[in-house]
């Protein structure tokens, strides 16, 4: 149980685009999901936190403009990175706190994006 | 901001041996510690967790111990086997939040 996925896995776009990422808790509902991202050789970095039903809380220097967050069921929560621009290339990975389970997060495969 | 430290950045051990990396957090109120072990390109894994209640937890050859005073938390791995390689990351709940903040994280390469 506890299971997230990520789509897509990977992807490539060309600067100036709109890249949307879609997170998935499979078999369980999560009112609360994360979104991070990792650099190469770097660690996790939170970006926002987000909320199913309202707006999402953004880390402090994370354009709220530029990631657009939401949260519109218990299942699914998408990242859409606006005007993409190689600098934004990263792994962004979202997690799904499952209620009950004491903080617990459990992890999506990851997101490979490449700007170029 | 509330941070969280983690030394060292690689480590290298024979195979057999014992590995220790060892992480220092900022916020009193952090009550929960998890440890993931992330392969290149992978998601992090979470291989044991601690509550602030419990001062040590091993699950076979993985061990974690929390000092709250000091506040800080360590991974130790005893009999250390080549698929032990990765990077390993600490991390600590913000407060009383969910939030997770995450170590810089440590190189493990076992040798052979």
């Known amino acids: 149980g506890a299971v997230v996925s990520q789509h897509p896995s990977w992807v490539i776009c060309k600067s100036g685009t709109s890249v949307k990422i879609e997170c998935r808790s499979l078999?369980?509902?999560?009112?609360?999901m994360f979104w991070y991202r990792q650099f190469p050789k770097q660690s996790l970095m939170l970006m926002a936190t987000?909320?199913?039903?309202?707006?999402?809380?953004?880390e402090q220097g994370v354009e709220k403009d530029k990631f657009l967050i939401n949260h519109a069921s218990l299942t699914l929560s998408t990242l859409t990175v606006t005007s993409a621009h190689p600098e934004d290339s990263s792994f962004y990975i979202c997690?799904?706190?499952?209620?009950?389970?004491?903080?617990?997060?459990?992890f999506g495969p990851g997101t490979r994006l490449t700007v170029l | 901001g509330e941070n969280v430290e983690q030394h060292p950045s690689t480590l290298s051990v024979q195979e057999g041996d014992s590995a220790v990396i060892k992480c220092t957090y900022s916020?009193?109120?952090?009550?929960?510690f998890p440890w993931y072990k992330q392969e290149l390109g992978k998601r992090p894994q979470l291989i044991i967790d601690?509550?602030?209640?419990?001062g040590e937890k091993k699950d076979q050859r993985i061990a974690v111990t929390l000092n709250k005073t000091a506040k800080h938390f360590s991974l130790h791995i005893t009999e250390t086997q080549p698929e032990d390689s990765a990077v390993y990351f600490c991390?600590?709940?913000?407060?009383?939040?969910?939030?997770?903040?995450f170590g810089q994280g440590t190189r493990l390469t076992i040798n052979p």
């Open positions: 997690s799904a706190y499952l209620a009950g389970s004491y903080n617990e997060q459990f």
């Open positions: 078999d369980f509902q999560a009112t609360t």
């Open positions: 987000s909320n199913e039903g309202s707006k999402a809380t953004y």
């Open positions: 916020d009193s109120a952090s009550n929960y």
């Open positions: 601690i509550r602030s209640n419990v």
């Open positions: 991390a600590a709940t913000l407060g009383g939040a969910q939030k997770l903040v």
